[in-house]
């Protein structure tokens, strides 16, 4: 081919070079033999220092593997690909053989960079494979720019399905829990207990210390819910003083031993206000384990009578719903 026309040598060294998008071409042997201004920048490394070289991994990796480039001079198998970049790789649907990729690079400059690169063939007149060229394009803003997206959607659902003046859950989150553990004792026949908790006297606190020393009483009574639940447990506020913990694989019996033990802790806690006495708070509460065959709200609602009888019976005590 004749070095002089637009697509010998001399011709392909100045259409990389003039790229704005990093380029790096290696021959049939995977020595390098261009690497442009555009590359140089991505990487940090200067094209004299990859020149006549079989280094092309060093920027990216911290040992010797092959880039992309080439496992496409080795004729690129798709096994081949998918060894080095599986899950991550894609055929182009631009170039029949060419392969594409987004993967992170932690090595590539500081705290790493996720970079989209593409690969494809170079051939002679005779369509034998002479080299391959490869471009790169730094992600690293899009990427950054999902995962805040997914952050702030995660931390708004969690907002809201959340309680904001006791952390734990909200009802309507409780509706939604509440269904699920419902159908899972009903395929896989299990224990599932629910405790209704409600606070004791609880608008005789407010009328007389004020709502700020009721709202702490109830980050008190969650504080003590929390330190006693399971990881597999769900705890909730159900409404004003009322709270609720759902308990997978438990059985009654087991969910009355914790009742006693919640009263029994929240009872002896002390809510020191800024002025006036000391506000003890006593808690009803009531305790069912579900049926098979009943409904949701037919499973909470019977917990729900059951605090009541607690409340009939003097408060500051357990009742089992069965």
């Known amino acids: 081919m004749n070095p002089d026309t637009p697509f010998g040598p001399l011709g392909l060294t100045q259409i990389i070079e003039g790229n704005p998008v990093a380029t790096l071409v290696i021959d049939a042997g995977h020595r390098v033999t261009h690497w442009n201004r555009a590359c140089a920048i991505l990487t940090g490394v200067e094209a004299g220092q990859m020149l006549g070289t079989r280094e092309q991994w060093r920027p990216f990796y911290p040992e010797p593997r092959p880039i992309m480039a ?12 998918d060894q080095f970049y599986g899950g991550k790789f894609r055929r182009s649907g631009i170039i029949a053989g060419a392969f594409e990729a987004e ?12 970079l989209f690169f593409t690969a494809a063939a170079l051939r002679d007149e005779a369509g ?18 999902e995962a805040a997206l997914k952050e702030s959607e995660e931390r708004y659902r969690q907002l809201s399905r959340t309680d904001a003046l006791t952390g734990l859950y909200n009802s309507r989150h409780l509706q939604e829990c509440l269904l699920q553990e419902v159908e899972r004792a009903r395929r896989h026949p299990c224990p599932l207990s629910l405790l209704v908790l409600d606070a004791d006297h609880f608008k ?5 210390h004020g709502h700020l020393e009721g709202d702490r009483v109830l980050q008190a009574l969650a504080r003590t819910i929390g ?3 399971r990881r597999s447990d769900l705890a909730f506020r159900y409404g004003g003083e009322e709270f609720v913990l759902l308990l997978p694989h438990t059985t009654g019996t087991e969910a009355l031993v914790l009742a006693e033990r919640l009263r029994r802790e929240f009872a002896a806690q002390e809510v020191v206000p800024e002025q006036g006495e000391t506000i003890r708070c006593t808690i009803s509460i009531g305790v069912s384990q579900y ?3 009943e409904s949701p709200r037919d499973f909470i609602r019977r917990a729900d009578a059951a605090t009541y009888a607690a409340k009939a019976r003097g408060r500051n005590c357990v009742v089992g719903a069965d």
Do not use: K, Y
């Open 128 to 145: 034998q494979i002479i080299g391959a060229i490869e471009t790169l394009q730094d992600i690293t803003a899009r990427h950054r720019a």
């Open 227 to 229: 330190n006693n639940q």
């Open 291 to 293: 049926q098979p065959g």
């Open 204 to 208: 005789r606190i407010n009328d007389t």
């Open 103 to 114: 993967d992170h690079f932690p090595h590539l400059g500081p705290g790493g960079r996720w």
């Open 70 to 81: 080439d496992l496409i001079v080795d004729g690129a198998m798709e096994s081949a690909v």
